[in-house]
């Protein structure tokens, strides 16, 4: 079963940028759908952004035009570029591999956006 390692978290001035990567334990080829989800304190778990292996992408609202997900399947890897940052944007974000039959989480890594 893949593994999940993300980085990248930290703290960013509001109006900042930063960049996610998701590192898998083997390759992520064959793997249906990649993506980032994030929770905030006291808030449940909402999508982010997700990529299938054709490429296709799909946002949640909050963060429409404000990130993009890659995904470099020779690099095992799925990066969230997220700009313009809010501090409503403060979360753990998730990243997550799942298909018919399996979904495997990440440990998490914390983004906090303050001045």
């Known amino acids: 079963q893949v593994q999940l390692v993300e980085s990248g978290g930290g703290l960013v001035q509001p109006g900042g940028s930063l960049r996610l990567s998701c590192a898998a334990s083997?390759?992520?080829?064959?793997?249906?759908?990649m993506g980032w989800y994030r929770q905030a304190p006291g808030k449940q778990r909402e999508l982010v952004a997700v990529?299938?292996?054709?490429?296709?992408?799909n946002y949640g609202d909050s963060v429409k035009g404000r990130a993009t997900i890659s995904r470099d399947n020779a690099k095992n890897t799925v990066l969230l570029q997220m700009n313009s940052l809010k501090v409503e944007d403060t979360a753990v974000y998730y990243c997550?591999?799942?298909?018919?039959?399996?979904?495997?989480w990440g440990q998490g890594t914390q983004v906090i956006v303050s001045s």
């Open positions: 997550k591999a799942y298909g018919s039959g399996y979904v495997v």
């Open positions: 083997r390759s992520i080829f064959s793997i249906d759908i």
């Open positions: 990529i299938a292996s054709g490429g296709s992408t």
